[in-house]
């Protein structure tokens, strides 16, 4: 059995339930949440395959 597991749509969703949560760290979610797609687009760690 082959689980595709994507980062970017989980940081995401949590990323926007933050904002609705509490709009004042609006800033700072937004700053986080580009920081690690960044790393995650440079390290290619986008999509990992678990047997």
Do not use: D, E, K, Q
Not at 33 to 46: K, R, S
């Amino acid at each position: 059995m082959n689980i595709n597991l994507a980062l970017t749509p989980i940081v995401s969703l949590i990323a926007g339930i933050l904002i609705l949560l509490m709009p004042r760290l609006l800033n700072y979610i937004v700053a986080i949440y580009l920081i690690l797609i960044g790393v995650i687009g440079i390290f290619g760690a986008g999509n990992f395959n678990f047997r």
